[in-house]
């Protein structure tokens, strides 16, 4: 029964690796990233297994993505190398009948520990702590440009802010002068609401988002060095 003493350390191992993944996700998820994928992409970097080459650029190109994943990328190795030992541990340690009881337990543990990660609401109310904690830092604060959906050739859809002091505040979307300067509004998020397709009449006001699509580069150089430095 020695074993058992190992059994523990590694239900506890795999656990904490579970709550680890699930608050990558979380984190992938206050990038832009969708919840399915950005799941699948902080399981691949917890475990160390590759994924297609687009999506490792979604990762790469990304300054806060990439700091993501290197953490799980880190905890991961530790978390792996910490479960492979003490699983060993239990069963070398195990003698004779020991063996198979100590295998039945650490089966019977994993199974218990999916079942109350996944039914229980574990997951759920730890996602939710996940995102109240990491919304507080500044890593994940808003930022004058943010990129939202990456396409091909350098366009995609982006969320610019616009500030008190900004010259766009207190004109209309024509006067404004968006589109010649390579930016197509799609929307305004408003405290109060969202407009969705807006006209050249519709006013900007300060605090609004708008969201604009056209080439990121010069995005960020006429409006995020026009609203604030773009980090």
């Known amino acids: 029964m020695d074993g058992l003493y190992f059994v523990l350390p590694t239900l506890l191992a795999v656990f904490v690796s579970m709550l ?14 969708d919840m399915e994928r950005a799941k699948f992409q902080a399981l691949s970097a917890f475990s160390g297994t590759g994924f297609t080459t687009r999506e490792a650029e979604q990762i790469v190109n ?16 530790a978390g792996v ?17 020991g063996i198979p009881l100590n295998a039945l337990l650490l ?20 996602e939710e702590y996940v995102q109240e904690k990491l919304g507080r830092s500044d890593v994940f604060e808003a930022r004058p440009v943010e990129e939202l959906l990456h396409v091909l050739q350098g366009h995609g859809v982006a969320r610019v ?18 589109s010649q ?16 397709t807006p006209t050249g009449c519709d006013r900007i006001e300060a605090g609004d988002r708008l969201i604009v699509y056209g080439n990121l580069g010069t995005l960020r150089t006429e409006l995020g060095a026009e609203l604030a430095p773009a980090t």
Request: proline share 2%; glycine share 14%.
């Open 20 to 33: 680890v993944v699930r608050a990558g996700a979380v984190a992938f998820v206050m990038t832009g990233m």
């Open 181 to 196: 300067r390579g930016a197509l509004v799609l929307g305004i998020e408003r405290t109060d609401g969202f407009v969705a």
């Open 81 to 97: 190398v910490t479960v492979i030992i003490t699983a060993t541990s239990s069963l070398v340690s195990s003698e004779g009948a």
């Open 161 to 178: 802010q616009v500030p008190e002091d900004s010259p766009l505040a207190g004109r209309t979307l024509a006067e404004g002068q968006l």
């Open 62 to 77: 990304h300054r806060t993505r990439r700091r993501i994943a290197t953490w799980l990328m880190i905890l991961g190795n």
């Open 107 to 126: 089966g019977a543990g994993l199974f218990g520990v999916y079942v109350v990660g996944t039914r229980a609401g574990v997951l759920k109310s730890w």
